[in-house]
């Protein structure tokens, strides 16, 4: 599997994951984030190719082992105040959510991929409402050790974070 690896060294220095009502990916302090599936490899690129776009479909509820990434923290931002899991996740009915921002630089021996080179590679077809978030998206296979995770912020920090910062940006 190692063929579509994303070299450490090019990732940015942050990566950003939102974590949702419903979301199959655990999170634990002692643990980090981990995917549901955390025994699954990808020894062809067909078996790949079919595990990336049930990854984008929001009606696939099979255990998947990755756990999806932003490398924009706006674009992460954003994709998380829509809360497009609400009414598609049964398990979404709590309210919040929560962002985690991780340092690439301590992820260790984690497997990452760049989303739009698998695409543009394996020639996917990802479904219209996640093709979006595509160029900015990554996947990292099993987990994201809790060393990484630089920062957690629930979503009543983000939001009053952005409003603080429209705030200050329309007195200049």
């Known amino acids: 599997m190692n063929f579509h690896r994303f070299d450490t060294d090019l990732l ?11 979301s199959r990916t655990t999170f634990s302090l002692k643990e980090g984030l ?3 599936d955390t025994t699954k490899i990808y020894n062809d690129e067909v078996s790949l190719w079919r595990a990336i776009v049930k990854q984008f479909t929001w009606n696939s509820r099979e255990a998947s082992p990755f756990i999806s990434l932003f490398s924009d923290q706006e674009h992460a931002e954003n994709w998380a105040m829509k809360e497009p899991w609400r009414g598609t996740v049964r398990d979404a009915q709590e ?3 929560t962002l985690f921002t991780i340092d690439t630089q301590l992820l260790g021996d984690a497997w990452l991929c760049k989303v739009s080179q698998l695409v543009s590679t394996l020639k996917l077809q990802i ?5 979006q978030h595509i160029d900015g998206s990554f996947l990292c296979l099993h987990k994201i050790p809790a060393l990484a995770i630089t920062q957690e912020r629930d979503s009543a920090q983000v939001k009053e974070g952005r409003l603080i910062g429209t705030i200050l940006s329309n007195k200049k």
């Open 12 to 22: 940015p220095m942050e990566l950003y994951r939102v974590h949702y009502p419903g």
């Open 127 to 131: 479904p219209d409402r996640a093709a």
């Open 34 to 36: 981990v995917a549901a």
């Open 95 to 97: 309210d919040g959510w």
